[in-house]
């Protein structure tokens, strides 16, 4: 999936912009980005006050210390095959801390913290904190001897209150159980994951086409996380999903083709479920599924910024994330780029206000290696 193209490419193709691998090569913006470049702090707290505009809900924002890197959770990286094997050998491995969490996101939450591959892409309410991560290398990555990347800071929006979701709602439920099927799955096992977890029988038949084919959610938390808590963490909830046949019981297909019905889920049909098809006689699709619970729906995941995936929505934007990023009254995508020179700079300003790798990361296993680092340079 993300070796089909170059990393620059793919960048330019999903992102909106790219750098070229050779060392010293600038930014290349596509017209609809607004590329803000910020060269220190006080630059950064200046531009974001420029901001017009009073906005009901709060921004979240996201820090990439490689411009080039797209915006996609872990597990959807490498394929989505093993996506249930992560989560159910995991719990297996730390039955007594998982199974007493009360929710399949509450599960994906703590699995993220761990750094196990899933479904969550980490954003914050506090834009110091992206800034930390836009110039922030760690570790863990071979560090060059000078960092020849831009870093950015993307920013969202959910422009409408009601769909800024929290643990509880029921399109979290749906799209976080998701993850607990497999790559080819019947809709029936996934109402049954959905069930388990909500544990109200008359919901089952009440998923949203929206929430399985294509939807992506941000979700505020109220987890007692101390790494979430210091870095004002949320979350977006990813999904996207392609049907891929309609068969009876006797494994006959439908003479509606799964390419009609997965077009129509993706357009008109958004806001319905098969409770609507089966009630409302007026439904494009009332008279072959009005029994439709003696039909299977077979769905795939979806392998994202895929070329050769039919869907042109799934080819650039997958998981429906472009509408939540945030455009000034232009329309322009609203990016700040952070030089390579400036980010050691940045840092520096950035913990002389207490944000660092120490407070970032507050386990023991960082804090020692932060002390580490800061003695062994005195």
Known sequence: MLNSEFQSELSFRINGWQQKEYSGSSLELKSDIKGIEIRSLADFCSKLSELNGVHENPFF????????????????????????????EFSKRFSSKINVLPSTLDKLILMQHYRLNTRLLDITENPLVALFFACYQEQKF????????????????????DELKYPNSLTAKVIANTALVEQDFDYKKLQQRFYEDYSAE????????????????IIRTSCENP??????????????NELIKIENSNEKPSDVSSADFMKWMMTEGRKSNFTDIQENCKNKFHSEFKDFKR???LFRKVEPYSLENKYKEFRDDPFDLKRLFYTDKNGKRIVFFI???????????LNTMNINECTMYPEMEHIALYLNEKFENQ
């Open 142 to 161: 071979p560090i060059e001897k000078q960092d020849s990347k831009y870093g950015c800071v993307m920013i969202f929006y959910e422009q409408n209150p």
């Open 61 to 88: 924002y996201r820090g990439h210390n490689n411009s080039n890197y797209i915006p996609i959770p872990g597990i959807m990286r490498n394929g989505m095959k093993n996506e249930h094997l992560l989560f159910n």
């Open 339 to 349: 030089p390579p020179d400036c980010k050691k700079k940045i840092l520096e300003e």
């Open 202 to 217: 008359w919901l089952r038949d009440f998923i949203y086409f929206e929430d399985i084919v294509r939807r992506s959610i």
């Open 227 to 240: 790494r979430i808590i210091n870095q004002s963490g949320a979350f977006i909830l990813v999904n996207a």
């Open 295 to 297: 039909w299977k729906f």
